[in-house]
């Protein structure tokens, strides 16, 4: 039976990673998409983990015969998501979770129209800088910025197949769990008709 192509989205600070993280942690069934990048590893992360590292003209290569499921250049460098290992995993029947912003997973939507677009909003955007905040990881520019482009990804959520609000992680989970169990269930009738 064929797998599941989940694409999670939402504004920074939204709680993506945790519901990930949680959706991961309990699904056997389900593996995490690993993009391909330009930029150099930093000290903690892991070539075919959590990237895979690459030359821009590898890249640009790949982007030419068209091996990406969706891409972008951010702040210098290049991003995409390969097609070969997703459709890979596909096949053999795993469910694919790509994290990726409302551009890409928008890009994910033309070329795989039996992808599964989930956008997870917070409860208020006044909650969203509270979150923001709470990560003490950006600075005052760099929230405000960050808040600036959520209210834009929110003008993108008629695009997605699913919007959550994620007010309960425990709650957003089994939601998630729901959307990913009829959607399992739609492809194993449609491989019986």
Not at 147 to 152: D, F
């Amino acid at each position: 039976m064929q797998g599941v192509l989940l694409v999670v989205c939402g504004p920074s600070g939204v709680g993506k990673g945790t519901i990930n993280k949680k959706l991961l942690d309990s699904q056997d069934n389900l593996i995490n998409s690993v993009s391909a990048t330009t930029r150099v590893p930093r000290n903690n992360e892991i070539e075919g983990k959590d990237y895979y590292y690459i030359s821009e003209e590898n890249f640009l290569q790949m982007l030419k015969n068209d091996e990406f499921l969706e891409w972008a250049k951010v702040h210098g460098y290049y991003y995409g998501t390969p097609k070969k290992p997703v459709f890979k995993a596909l096949k053999n029947g795993f469910n694919v979770l790509l994290e990726i912003d409302v551009q890409g997973a928008l890009q994910i939507k033309d070329s795989y129209s039996r992808s599964i677009l989930i956008f997870l909003k917070p409860p208020t955007m006044e909650e969203l800088e509270r979150r923001l905040r709470l990560r003490g990881t950006e600075d005052e520019d760099e929230i405000k910025r960050r808040l600036k482009t959520a209210e834009w990804e929110m003008t993108m959520i008629h695009k997605f197949d699913y919007d959550i609000i994620n007010d309960k992680v425990d709650d957003t989970y089994q939601k998630v769990l729901d959307i990913l169990a009829e959607h399992k269930e739609y492809n194993k009738r449609c491989r019986e008709c």
